[in-house]
């Protein structure tokens, strides 16, 4: 079920994220957008959106309010959101706190700490939700795949297809409401600060630091230096099997010639130093190869020239997916290390060199 979840939250993350940098949505605080063919995009603190929209409807802010009806699908993010118009496609959303009053003429695809679904709305299609705490007083006429701390139904609540759902605390009628099968599973306790949280959902959040912390990272370094990442990536794509062999040396020498230092009388100050460089050239490492996938997948993708904060962007997205894949990602991941650890070698000895 989390891996489920998990795809579809990416999908969103990729529309909801493309949309700011493309129309240059971060020079103003609150920024909305309709297109000629009815869709409107925003990006900002908060939202009350009162009027109906025509296609599709893609929000973040702190708060979102949607009191009008939108004719196709809505996807946001944000602190809080409350969906009180009828979405007649599907519901894609992530949010600390969700509530959804109107009536869902697709699916219903939820992650967050708190989500709510009233006794008024009246989802057509299938559920997926994970959350902390999640409230069902509606009416779902397909399928369900819930993950959850605590699932609490109202009086209204029905699913009239079949329910997987994970859980550590659930009604004890919950057969009652759900008229195909109903396949519980006991929710994973995970140790530590996600002791009680299902493991869906820790999965789910993990892969969000994960991608957040690349993201960050990235970002500050292309934005301080940009002629330097632009350097690395350029290595990256004209010789990439050199700096992958060059890669592989450095992970194999440095290490050993750093322990080597460590027992010599006057090479430990040395050998910290040569451990703290490769450190940092390993943390930084897969940046320009994810600068340079992300802007060979753009360009093909959309014929036009982009940011390299954009490129990135795209890039880091769809390697931390892969990353996600048993024994692929592992592979891919040590990769896309071992060529840009060897791009940054290669580019330390050329400008190293006397004159540069």
Sequence with gaps: MEKKLLSLFVLFTILLSVMPFSAGAADEEDYLTYTSSGN??????NFRIDQDIQGDLVLAGSRIEINGNVMDDFTGAGGELVVNGDVSGNILVFGGTVRVNGDVGGDLVVAGGQIFLSQDSTVEGDILLAGGEITLNGIVNGDGSVSAGTLRTGENFELKGDLELEAENYPPDLEENVLGNLNVTAATRTQGPYAGVPAGVVVLFSFIL???AALVLGFILIYTFPAFVTGLAEIVRFSTLKAGLVGLLLII??????????FTAFGWSLSFLLI??????LLIATVPVKLLAGAVIYNKAFKKESSKLMYYFIGTIIFTIVYQIPLLGWLVRLIALLIGLGAAGIWLGRNAKPGK
């Design 40 to 45: 409107a995009f925003g990006a900002g603190d």
């Design 210 to 212: 994960e991608l957040l």
């Design 253 to 262: 020498l440095v290490p050993l010639t750093s322990l080597v230092l460590l």
């Design 276 to 281: 703290l460089l490769f450190s940092l050239a």
